[in-house]
């Protein structure tokens, strides 16, 4: 992908380096140029229609934000129980009804394939906000971007991903993209929600190191930063099977004191009991400056696919 004007964001593996890089130094950009200013007059007159299906605070509002801090518009529903999809209609004629409206679509459905669905009808641009236990990409550019802002450097990565491996969307498009910096990768879960096989292999084929374990203490001594996950109760069927499952990984002032190092932990939010409140106020707590840099990357994502960076 030369560049990303008119394009559809649907995966984590659709990005090369240099695409990650660039996109990585507009959002930075944007940062400098937002200084002091509300917003910028940049997509004046666009319109970002925002769809979602399933519930959002972050990505969403996110998205919303950045949009508006480039000077341009956005339409929304207020809920999937509010549009015409409680109805029956279909993702496809969805988007193609928004893309009368609408410059860009950003979409979370429940299923996986669903943004494809909506790119492939829509002739305007889609970005995929994550569809069931597919992927998150734009999660995986704020995620990178915050990596090398915590850690300094895209260089000799060695990460945990931690918890939900089976269904965090954000975590499988975030092993796209390390596995591009030749990141040396843990995986943390427990037997019944390790990382999907076809993902693992994929990754192994392209050159990637992986250890998979279900000791968090062992990988986390290994490792300069854990990203954890929360176990995602609504993609399971069978709900004991969540209880035996719930709680499996927990960091805490005692865990990080315990492993007598700097530690960098973020996590995609929203945590359920997986990160203690106590941990927030520790200098390696990155997961709210993660949050705030969801808002630069996006930033740079619209401005791009619109061709103005
Ligand atoms: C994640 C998601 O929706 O996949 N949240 C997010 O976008 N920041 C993670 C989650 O729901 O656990």
């Known amino acids: 992908m030369a560049s990303l004007k008119g394009k559809d964001i649907l ?45 959002s605070t972050r990505t969403r509002l996110s998205f919303e934000a950045a949009m508006q801090r480039l000077g341009g518009g956005v339409i929304s529903m207020a ?9 029956g209609e279909t993702v496809a004629d969805t988007a193609m009804t928004v893309a009368q409206y609408a410059d860009a679509i950003v979409i979370r459905h429940p299923r996986i394939g669903s943004a494809k669905e909506a790119a492939d009808a829509a002739d305007i641009p889609v970005i995929n906000a994550g569809d069931g236990a597919g992927q998150h990409p734009t999660q995986a550019l704020l995620d990178i971007y915050t990596i090398s802002k915590e850690l300094g450097s895209l260089k000799n990565l060695k ?47 392209k050159g990637a190191a992986i250890v998979e374990t279900e000791d968090l ?30 709680g499996s990984y927990v960091v805490n002032a005692g865990f990080l004191a315990a492993l007598k190092k700097d530690l960098t932990v ?44």
Not at 11 to 21: E, T
Not at 79 to 87: F, L, P, T
Not at 176 to 203: D, N, R, W
Not at 217 to 242: G, H, P
């Open 266 to 309: 973020m996590h995609p939010l929203p945590r359920v009991d997986e990160i203690h409140t106590e941990v927030d106020s520790y200098a390696g707590a990155a997961y709210f400056r993660q949050v705030r840099n969801g808002v630069s990357i996006r930033m740079a994502i619209l401005a791009m696919i619109f061709g103005k960076r």
């Open 159 to 205: 990460i945990s991903l931690v918890g939900d491996l089976k269904n965090g969307r954000t975590v499988h498009a975030l092993v796209e993209i390390l596995s591009l910096y030749g990141a040396q990768l843990f995986f943390v879960s427990p037997g019944l929600l390790k990382m999907p096989e076809e993902i693992t292999a994929h990754l192994k084929s």
């Open 11 to 55: 995966h984590g593996n659709q990005f090369s380096k240099k695409d990650i890089d660039a996109i990585i130094k507009v959002a930075a950009g944007f940062e400098k140029e937002l200084k002091g200013k509300g917003a910028l007059n940049l997509l004046k007159g666009k319109i970002l229609a925002t769809l979602f299906f399933e519930p």
């Open 217 to 246: 203490a062992y990988a986390a001594s290994q490792t300069d930063l854990v990203y954890m996950t929360r176990i995602q109760k609504e993609r399971f069927s069978d709900l004991a099977e969540y209880e035996r499952v719930k």
């Open 79 to 87: 809920s999937a129980e509010s549009s015409s999809a409680a109805k």
